[in-house]
C-alpha cells in the first residue's frame, strides 16, 4: 500500500453523493485515531497538515507516523497540505511524498491568487500531485490569519469558473458561509447553497463536470462536547458551527472534500480535561491521551456515518 492521490476519490464521491473527510492531523494520537476509525468503517480518508502542523511535529516525524498508518489501515490514505502559505513549503512537501496540496490565495486579489496558483498546479502536476486552491474569504481564525466576519467575502460563481480555467486547479475551496474555529455564527446559522450551486451550473455549462468544491470551516462544534470541556474546567463561549443536516445536503451537491479540525480539538480536549478531573493523582500521560484518542476515533467514526458518507467506500 502507499499513500494515493484524491482524483479518483473525489470522482468516486461525487458520483455517489458523498464527501471525504479531511482530518488535521499534528501527533501521534490522533493520526491513530483518525486511521484507525477509517479502517473500521472501511472509509477513504484525506490526512491534512497545515504549516503550522508541519513545525510542530516535524515532516519526518508527521512521514513516519503516516506511513505507518497506511501499513496498519490498508484503507486509501491521502496525504495532503492544508492551507499552502507559498510554493517554497508546496515544494518541500511534495518532496517528501504529500499527494495533494492547497495553495491558499484567498487573500490575495484575483490576478494574483490566479498567478500563483497556476505556478504551484504547472510545479505540482509535473509531479503527478493534485492541487486544491481557493477563492473567497472565509471569516474565523486560523494560527496565522484572522478574518473579522464583516470583511469576509462569498465566492463569486463567474470568477470560479475562470480561475478554474486559468489556472488548472484539481479542486477549489469556497467561501458560502462557512469559517474556521468554534465560533462560526453570532446568530443563526445559514449557508448559502444557491451559491454552491450556481457554481456547478457555470461549470458544467462550459464543459466542466464532476467538478470538485471543497468546505473548510465545516466543524459541527458539538454542544455535548462543548459543555463536556466546561464542566471539566473550560471556558469556551458562543461557540457554534455548521449543522450536520447542512452538511449532508453538501455532500449531496458537488461538495466533495469536508475539512475539520475545530471538532477533533474540542474532543481531544474534553475527554483530557475529563481524565485530569475524575483522576486527579494520573500523571501517565497515555492515560489521558489515550482517553482522547478513544474519544476523537469515536467522533471521527460519527462524521463518516452520519455527516460524510463515506463508509465502505475504500
Ligand atoms: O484551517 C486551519 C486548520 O484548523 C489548521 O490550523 O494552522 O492551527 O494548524 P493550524
Ligand atoms: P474547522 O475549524 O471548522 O474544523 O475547519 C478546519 C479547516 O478548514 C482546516 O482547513
Ligand atoms: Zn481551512
Known amino acids: 500500500m502507499a499513500l494515493v492521490s484524491t482524483k479518483e476519490m473525489f470522482d468516486k464521491a461525487f458520483e455517489g453523493k458523498y464527501a471525504i473527510g479531511a482530518f488535521n492531523i499534528n501527533n501521534m494520537e490522533v493520526v491513530q485515531a483518525v486511521t484507525r476509525a477509517a479502517k473500521e468503517l472501511n472509509s477513504p480518508v484525506m490526512l491534512q497538515v497545515s504549516k ?10 508527521l512521514m513516519g507516523m503516516v506511513n505507518a498508518a ?18 517554497e513549503t508546496i515544494k518541500k512537501v511534495i518532496d ?20 500563483n496558483t497556476k ?4 510545479y505540482a502536476h509535473a509531479r503527478g500531485v493534485v492541487v486544491e ?13 484572522n478574518v473579522a466576519e464583516e470583511d ?16 488548472g486547479c484539481d479542486s477549489l475551496a469556497i467561501a458560502i458561509g462557512t469559517s474556521h474555529g468554534a465560533v462560526k455564527f453570532k446568530g443563526e446559522p445559514k449557508l448559502r447553497f444557491d451559491i454552491l450551486e450556481d457554481i456547478t451550473n457555470k461549470l458544467e455549462a462550459a464543459g466542466i463536470k ?91 467514526k460519527g462524521k463518516i456515518i452520519n455527516v460524510l458518507g463515506s463508509d465502505n467506500k475504500a
Open 210 to 300: 464532476n467538478y470538485p468544491i471543497v468546505l473548510h470551516g465545516a466543524s459541527s462544534v458539538d454542544q455535548d462536547t462543548v459543555a463536556k470541556c466546561n464542566k471539566y474546567g473550560g471556558k469556551l463561549e458562543g461557540s457554534k458551527g455548521i449543522p450536520v443536516e447542512m452538511l449532508r445536503k453538501a455532500t449531496s451537491m458537488a461538495v466533495c472534500k469536508i475539512n475539520m479540525d475545530t471538532d477533533i480539538r474540542l474532543e481531544m480536549t474534553a475527554a483530557v480535561r475529563e481524565v485530569f478531573v475524575e483522576d486527579p493523582a494520573a500523571f501517565d500521560p497515555r492515560k489521558y491521551l489515550g482517553a482522547g484518542r478513544d474519544a476523537v476515533q469515536e467522533m471521527i
Open 52 to 61: 503550522s502542523a508541519l513545525e510542530y511535529a516535524g515532516p519526518e516525524y
Open 152 to 167: 469576509a467575502t462569498y465566492t463569486d460563481p463567474d470568477q470560479a469558473l475562470e480561475f478554474i480555467q486559468r489556472t
Open 119 to 122: 505556478e504551484v498546479v504547472d
Open 70 to 87: 497506511v501499513e496498519e489501515t490498508g484503507v486509501d490514505l491521502a496525504l495532503h497540505l492544508d492551507h499552502g502559505p507559498d510554493l
Open 133 to 145: 486552491a481557493e477563492l473567497g474569504v472565509l471569516a474565523g481564525v486560523e494560527d496565522d490569519v
Open 96 to 115: 517528501i511524498g504529500f499527494t495533494s496540496v492547497m495553495y491558499d490565495g484567498s487573500h490575495l486579489d484575483f490576478e494574483e491568487n490566479v498567478a
